[in-house]
């Protein structure tokens, strides 16, 4: 997670000030949580939709826009290529942008909804 928010602030330098009241220590365990959890579930993905959803509308009062997901894939997906180097398996490495896209699908869903909850 070091190399993964150094690489976003270097990426996203505007994404900064949406952590300035963060304890950068325990948000570093949060996307290392899901992550986790998408790897338990890899054999039923759409068994987690519902907690993505809820984590996208959660993003939404930290202030994430849609267009910060794509930068975030990317800069998840360099970062763990980084990590992984040599020892990478390439059936990870061509799977890693789909699963990405279904978790930003779902998370996407959901922010839109809050957004729509808080336009009424």
Do not use: C, N, W
């Amino acid at each position: 997670m070091d190399a993964f928010y150094a690489r976003l602030f270097a990426a996203a330098p505007a994404v900064r000030p949406l952590f300035a009241e963060t304890d950068l220590r325990r948000q570093k365990a949060m996307p290392l949580a899901t992550l986790i959890l998408l790897r338990e579930s890899l054999r039923d993905l759409d068994a987690i939709v519902p907690k993505l959803r809820e984590l996208g509308a959660r993003h939404v009062a930290y202030g994430t826009k849609a267009d910060h997901y794509p930068v975030v894939g990317a800069v998840l997906l360099g970062s763990m290529a980084e990590i992984a180097g040599d020892a990478g398996r390439r059936e990870y490495e061509q799977a890693r942008p789909a699963a990405f896209e279904l978790v930003a699908e779902a998370m996407l869903e959901g922010a839109a909804g809050a957004q729509m909850d808080l336009a009424a």
